[in-house]
């Protein structure tokens, strides 16, 4: 770029202009002045997506992410400071009673997450009990679901009437006690439970999990959701589960996953994204590779090397590990992502899409049976990255 450009470039990004005006800003420019005008923005009188975090603009936990991989610790500290006082964030991170009152879902737990490095310590608490609240929410939607699914070492053909709690058949059950019902109290008394028998599986046999999940902040509901998968995956005697988390830095919170809320609060959700680096680690921590299952969860966005981690992907695959690219785990399901580099990964065979919490426990069941996830995923209509072969 010529001195000429790169001047008409930076007074673009200082004036806010929009690239499809003609001015030269490269998509990560666009991000730039998208990140920049979030905070300095006027206000409401300028167009649409201009002047605040809140509505149109980036979520929080978005807008921090960009402003860590664009600028220098110390230009991040200046930028943050300015957001507390332009923007109302100082006001929700030194008032806990305006904590709790806001509506609390997983957008508000991912911007918890990010700006908890900066909360006082009044507030700190309370913004845990808020996302401990939301943690549990989504373990009652999901947890049942995702072990039903998942427990495959539950052999169906063979019952017993002296079930564990989760082994309990209760349609069956119920059936077998309906004489004991009691109107009073319009429920039923089960006196005889019946379950299915488990299989006895040694921990060397058990098939492995890896959930690798990009922290980068525009992936920020997909590690609030992914790390409550893992949590749950964690409980269940018949996998075992590792939870990696990156950006250009890597986190095993394995250790963690008894607490959803503490991963949670180990996570940094930041700017930058080394996914082949991410991908080492994990390649480094598999023991049986025809019996681990690598679920990647990230919109491919590489600032590392793109071809190093093409090669591995290849390597992974040859070796017999199960790979799946999640672009986005969200109740949307719709990601933006590079169709670039996700299209050489889907050349190698490996699935990629995007997909809701809702059905992530269904695609967990289908990768542990060896089924055809492609096929899986066509069946609902969920729309698959195409190859560039």
């Known amino acids: 770029m010529t001195g000429g450009e790169e001047r008409e470039r930076r007074w673009a990004l200082a004036l806010g202009v929009d690239a ?207 790390s409550i998968f893992a949590a749950v995956m964690a409980s269940l005697p018949v996998v075992k589960t590792k939870l990696i988390c990156f950006d250009t830095a890597i986190v095993d919170l394995t250790d963690d996953l008894a607490d959803p809320v503490e991963v949670l609060f ?17 390649e480094g921590r598999i023991e049986q590779p025809s019996k681990t299952h690598l679920v990647l969860i990230s919109d491919m966005y590489e600032g590392g090397n793109a071809d190093a981690l093409v090669d591995r992907v290849a390597r992974l695959v040859t070796m017999g590990v199960n790979v799946i690219v999640l672009l986005a785990l969200t109740d949307s399901g719709r990601p933006s992502y590079d169709p670039q580099l996700s299209g050489r990964v889907a050349a190698l065979g490996v699935p990629v899409f995007a997909c809701t919490p809702d059905q992530f426990p269904d695609l967990m069941a289908t990768a542990l049976r060896r089924e055809d996830v492609h096929a899986w995923a066509a069946g609902l209509d969920i729309k698959l990255v195409r190859s560039d072969a």
Request: with cysteine; net charge neutral; aromatic share 4%.
């Open 20 to 226: 499809d005006d003609g001015t030269p800003l490269s998509v990560e420019d666009r991000r730039l002045s998208a990140a920049l005008s979030a905070l300095y923005g006027e206000g409401d009188e300028e167009k649409k997506g201009r002047g605040g975090l809140g509505g149109s603009a980036p979520r929080v936990a978005k807008w921090l992410g960009d402003i860590r991989e664009f600028f220098p610790a110390s230009v991040v500290q200046v930028i943050q400071k300015d957001a507390f006082e332009r923007k109302g964030l100082r006001q929700m991170l030194l008032e806990p009673e305006l904590l709790a009152t806001l509506e609390a879902d997983v957008n508000l737990v991912a911007d918890l997450v990010a700006l908890r490095g900066v909360m006082p310590e009044k507030t700190r608490e309370t913004a845990r009990q808020v996302i401990a609240k939301v943690v549990a929410e989504l373990l009652e939607r999901l947890e049942r679901r995702t072990a039903e699914a998942i427990r495959g070492a539950l052999d169906r053909s063979r019952r017993t009437r002296r079930p564990r709690h989760a082994d309990i058949d209760w349609p069956r059950t119920i059936h077998a006690n309906l004489r004991h019902y009691q109107p009073e109290f319009r429920t039923i008394v089960p006196e005889t439970l019946i379950g299915f028998l488990r299989q006895q599986r040694r921990i060397a046999d058990l098939d492995e999990v890896v959930l690798c999940v990009d922290q980068s902040g525009s992936m920020a509901s997909s590690v609030v959701y992914a």
């Open 266 to 282: 180990g996570i940094q959700l930041g700017g930058g994204t080394d996914i082949d680096g991410a991908m080492a680690y994990c």
